[in-house]
């Protein structure tokens, strides 16, 4: 029989609170009530200071909020059902030092257009974080159980690793990317540094008994003399590695002289 999964209930509202926020967020964009980069990230001036909190909320269109509302529900299912005691850390401090390091860089490095005044909304930045932070955590605690989360994230999203590069590297561009590879870059730096730093706390690797040094179990050493006895064939040498044994020894011995 199955073991029965128990699902976390914040691994179940978080997600659905982060949508309706930002669905709620969008529908009001739609009506007008945001514009004019309203709670955008606007790198290295101070009105865009506050987009650190505020920019993960807004999206430029309907195709950019519907790309990015099912990877951060996902992303944020798994990260409160396999690390309840650090989600709420990693979301807060990842969602702000991703949205800090955005700010920090200029948006048109790598362009041939000259920096001008941008304005960075969108979600992205939290999903690319909360993907690295669920692969790297995987592998830093070489948990079989988080190792497997870090096998479904690196499958379904593995190719988002791209998307910290410019557009402008890869592609002859005649005017400059609007998606912001600054968020990818920053999310998935800021990432991998969180999932080092917390990779001793929560759930760590499970370490049988037989694994500890001077293990010794009675039953177990019965059960190994009984085999012994009743499977002598398994124990005894075969000719050729015998014979192969005969011949190594010779040559030691003329080695010697």
Known sequence: MLKQ???SLKAII??????SAMWSIFL???FGLFS???GAI???????LKGVFFSPFLHGNLEHIIGNSLPIAVLIFLLYQFYPRIANTILGLGWIATGFLVWLLPPMIFSRAEFYYSCIIGASGIIYMLAFFLFFSGIF???LKLLAV???VGFYYGSMVWGV???ELFYHLDEPSKISWQSHLSGAVIGVILAFIYRGVGEKRQKYIWEFPNYYSEKDDKLWREYREKHPQDFQELPQKKEDSVWKYLDEIRKKE
């Open 165 to 167: 590069f410019p557009e």
């Open 150 to 152: 870090t096998l479904i």
């Open 5 to 7: 999964i128990n699902f």
């Open 42 to 48: 606007i790198p290295l001036t101070a009105e865009g």
């Open 141 to 143: 605690r070489w948990n």
């Open 14 to 19: 978080y997600p659905l609170l982060m949508l």
């Open 36 to 38: 004019n980069c309203s």
């Open 28 to 30: 009001l964009q739609s």
